[in-house]
């Protein structure tokens, strides 16, 4: 038996799951605060006091997630099993119809100079319809027999590549070709084992197909990087493992593809949260979980600005009034992992939640941050892959246990 | 190396475990408070502030255990690998020798019409009396050959069905035939996996051999329901694993049925928490281990009486003080799962634990409830599977564990 997989049944029920990207800080010598600990967050700490609240832990203690792991054990994947490859985010996240064994691979259109050096590893972030352009040429002049070749635009200098054999046992285990720094020639893609021979094969041999055409296609000539060479496996859906008909409301391309890959709807096309409620609240009658993804705290954060990151919080905290006005059975606010603006990128430090339903204990905590959430929290610290059976626990989706 | 059972040794330690059935709760919106937060419980409480103190988590986050996977847990083994079925349970309950692959069935004797469609799921609670009546009827009536086949009253309308036939290879996976509801006909003793077939077909033929004589045996006729059809394994003991002399003190059933399963020397007879005490007081010099079975909390959760489960928590406050005087080594006190009267059913919600013992950290905290444990326990919140561990070591009855 899985747990909590095989316990599940059906409801009514409405659960909004937001996650704020990023959410966890740490102290900030300097103030003696966290970013939560700093920001006005009024909506938040009166709802934390009448919830279960605690901290998750992403993956392990002093494991920093990328956004894939972050998401997974959030949504109740178990991050270390299914550790997806960042090609295959980039190809899910623009739509691209991935197949059981796919190859896909995350591309930067590089700009290199007369003998092949990296002038500028983003090509100056030139416009999408650039990228489109280099797209197409390489689509037309790359063709590799017994391989289905893909490549498409994603967004300024990125791409994704798809390479599709089924039956020829295409493995991942090619290193990224990007050498990471202006100035160094792109490197050759090495299998860093024999099974994935045959797919650092077929780049090399798209790289001399496509170098020609790309090397003509502007001044400084383009070079395409690749990086995040992954395979595509199907994941069992949120649907089949928890029966739950989920909307995803993202704004980035990414979580729509993490989204994607886990089976759920996604709403195309809300910029901000103003847009994002207003698609919640049209996919109300018609889905079960509401996965509400905000990206600002997790880019300030990166950007390493404090106070740009306790204002992202702040804006968050007065739109989540209109998102509680829709009344969901249960309400999840956390982050897919930490991003303290002290280090300007993710880190491991566990994240607050919270856990709002009517069968909730209530903390009654006076405050939401990290902190509060050690000290007062009624769910302790804990995996974020359990997360999910909580929550199925909460909505009344879940069947007792054994006799 | 398997932990703790390969560290442990015997001493002259005593430890009392006591079970407050469905203990843990959740707020009451309308009060604001756990049962626990608004019982009076000033032994409880003085006993809290000199332990350690915590919440387990039966299964994991989320799921609601049934009394079996609860107790398991509590006494050390893992629920997920140890789900005992219903039927093993219910023949435990009544000391029916069980042997190493029987098939074990609950019973529930319904009433139905003279198609056959059912009337009365509980046949009106017949007395015990009558009950037994069936079972001889049936008894009599039933032959299979190559099986052997007991019946036996448990309680009221329920009883217990032993199928043994060593080296036939019978398997648990026949789905109960109690469709649920009155008006409804009994369901076909359907087998999930082929393996199950011939279990499915020897109750097919069991249904038919009985249906005639107890249609005969009342107006309206009888008919057998089926549930939690389950193989019975032998685990190993807790005298195996812990080389603990286990006392069970329970007043129903089910509990001294857990007991049975684990080895533990059970006491009959004791009604309530005094004749409990008394039980325990007659078994002290040749028991290392009491587990004493307190279940009016959980009654009082299920019928969703809030003031009931109330002040059936500050009864059992009043009565541990005579078990306290008994100077054990170590007292535990917990429940196997929440039962939230709000809810009016088990539920996954940790459950506070007390730890006592001359060597337990003191927590200092002022109350002993979820949200005090939480906030001032020393031990935070941890799976129930663990507690025996902890057990153990206040004990003083594990070796270090390597050099």
Not at 170 to 182: H, I, N, S, Y
Not at 220 to 234: D, E, H, S, T
Not at 257 to 282: C, F, K, P, T
Request: glycine content about 10%.
């Amino acid at each position: 038996m899985r747990l909590p997989d095989d316990l599940v049944h059906d409801n009514e029920s409405r659960i909004l799951f937001a996650v704020l990207d990023g959410l966890g800080g740490t102290t900030d010598p300097s103030r003696g605060l966290t970013e939560l600990q700093a920001a006005r967050t009024p909506v938040l700490d009166a709802l934390a006091a009448r919830s279960d609240t605690g901290l998750i832990v992403p993956v392990l203690p002093g494991i920093t997630p990328g956004s894939g792991p972050g998401h997974f054990a959030l949504f109740g994947y178990d991050p270390e099993e299914n550790n997806i490859g960042r090609g295959v985010l980039e190809a899910a996240g623009i739509d691209f119809p991935l197949q059981e064994g796919d190859i896909a691979i995350r591309v930067n259109f590089a700009t290199v100079d007369g003998e092949g050096r990296i002038i500028d590893r983003r090509a100056g972030r030139i416009p999408t319809e650039e990228c489109e352009r280099l797209c197409e040429i390489v689509s037309t002049a790359v063709s590799i027999p017994g391989v289905e070749f893909f490549i498409r635009p994603v967004k300024e200098h990125r791409a994704a590549i798809v390479l599709r054999a089924p039956g020829e046992g295409l493995e991942e285990g090619v290193a990224d070709t990007d050498p990471q720094v202006a100035g160094a020639f792109p490197l050759e893609p090495v299998a860093d084992h024999p099974g994935a021979e045959k797919v650092a094969l077929l780049l090399r041999e798209f790289l001399i197909q496509a170098s020609g055409p790309l090397a003509g296609a502007g001044t400084p000539a383009y070079f395409p990087l690749l990086r995040g060479i992954a395979k595509y496996r199907v994941y069992p859906s949120m649907r089949e493992r928890f029966g739950l008909r989920a909307l995803a409301v993202a704004t980035y391309p990414m979580y729509k593809g993490i989204s994607r890959l886990l089976g759920m709807d996604v709403h195309e096309g809300a910029r901000n949260l103003e847009e994002q409620l207003e698609a919640v609240r049209s996919g109300w009658d018609d889905h079960d979980f509401f996965f509400l993804h905000y990206k600002a705290p997790d880019a300030r954060g990166e950007d390493g600005d404090f106070d740009a990151k306790v204002a992202a919080i702040e804006d968050v905290d007065t739109a989540l009034t209109g998102f509680l006005a829709l009344e969901p059975d249960v309400v999840v606010v956390t982050g897919d992992h930490s991003t303290p603006a002290l280090m300007g990128e993710h880190s491991w430090h566990s994240v607050p939640v919270i856990l709002s339903s009517p069968v909730a204990r209530h903390s009654g905590m006076d405050r939401f941050d990290e902190i509060t959430c050690a000290r007062q929290g009624t769910l302790g610290t804990f995996p974020a892959r359990h997360l999910m059976g909580l929550v199925l626990g909460h909505a009344g989706r879940l069947n007792k246990f054994g006799a």
